[in-house]
């Protein structure tokens, strides 16, 4: 369902030459896979995320997801296809200024939803991840375990069949890590297709599955058990 074939990005540096990312880079990821995207910082981990949700365009190349295709979606269609992906955030970019509740149904009223069904549905999200309880709090009423499930619970509102989590536990203790972590692997058990970017090999060895990394521009999948500790 999430195909790179030949892929080559570059970014553009002061002095008006270009910086290669990754160049020739080939991914398959089926329906339904649970997969951890590792690399140190600049690697291009993020690159490819953005890639996926069609924030960025490739060299060279062909992006595919689901039904969409870099060379041929078009500016008006990419917020539909952003509707089917979930996105998680390592900063939260939660709204300070409205509840629990509200930072969630925001992302149905963004698809036009309204009324009763926005309601039922922020609530069986919010119950999803634990925050029943929590609804009416504010953001800096909660920690920051409490802040990535509320925004695991935005990106998952409107039902999305893939979600993409950039560094989704980087800015959270290990013990913190590890509940965030076995939400998301319950999504997964339940259909949902999930890519993770993360630098925490600790993470990723407690709870394997199949690990793409990013090695000298080249991507390749390596044995969560022979990760070394960062």
Known sequence: MIELRNVTVSHPLPDGS????????????????????????????????????????????????GDYRSDTIQPREIPYLRRSLGIVFQDFQLLPDRNVFDNVAFALYA??????????????VLARVGLSHKRKRYPHEL???????????????????????????????????????????GLHRQGMTVLMATHDYRLVRKFPSRTLAFLKSKLVEVDPATLGVE
């Not at 800015?171 to 509940?179: F, G, H």
């Open 111 to 124: 698809t036009g939803k309204r009324g009763a069904m926005v309601k039922n549905r922020v609530l069986q």
């Open 18 to 65: 270009r910086r290669t990312v990754f160049e020739d880079l080939s991914l398959r990821i089926d329906r339904g896979e649970m997969v951890y995207l590792i690399g140190p910082t600049g690697s291009g981990k993020t690159t490819l995320l953005r890639l996926m949700y069609m924030d960025l365009k490739p060299d060279a190349g062909l992006v595919r997801v």
């Open 143 to 185: 920690s920051g375990g409490e802040q990535q499930r509320v925004v695991i619970a935005r990106a998952i509102v409107n039902e999305p069949w893939i979600l993409l989590a950039d560094e989704p536990t980087g800015n959270l203790d290990p013990a913190v890590a590890d509940e965030i972590q076995k939400l998301l692997l």
